[in-house]
């Protein structure tokens, strides 16, 4: 198993910058694919930002392509979210996650197995 602690969440105005840190312990991190996610209140939690065990390859959806970007210290066991040109809409609580599925580079929640507490991030006026 491996446990995610998530840090960094606030509030900030919009076209501010953020960075989000993923802090893992337990089992060999470099063994698991990394995601993040949020969830919007009345939303469901999608995908913004994954990783591969390497780093090497990374998968960003539309909506925050350009903006974010995700980096992962496998001798720190830490992954970090940057995020840029921060967006009202990216308002949302923010999850780290691991998955053991290493053939791809899963998209969808369903197909990780552990997760953070989550953090907030708020963007607003």
């Known amino acids: 198993q491996v446990q995610l602690v998530e840090s960094g969440g606030g509030l900030v105005q919009p076209g501010d910058s953020l960075r989000l840190s993923c802090t893992a312990s337990?089992?060999?991190?470099?063994?698991?694919?990394m995601g993040w996610f949020r969830q919007a209140p009345g939303r469901e939690r999608e995908i913004v930002g994954a990783?591969?065990?390497?780093?090497?390859?990374?998968y960003f959806p539309p909506s925050v392509k350009g903006r974010f970007t995700v980096s992962r210290d496998n001798a720190k066991n830490t992954m970090t979210l940057q995020m840029n040109s921060l967006k009202p809409d990216d308002t949302a609580v923010y999850y780290c996650?691991?998955?053991?599925?290493?053939?791809?580079?899963?998209?969808?929640?369903?197909?990780?197995?552990?997760w953070g507490q989550g953090t907030q991030v708020t963007v607003s006026s």
């Open positions: 996650a691991a998955t053991g599925t290493i053939a791809f580079l899963p998209r969808s929640p369903s197909e990780y197995n552990y």
């Open positions: 337990g089992r060999a991190f470099n063994n698991y694919n």
């Open positions: 990783i591969s065990t390497s780093g090497r390859v990374t």
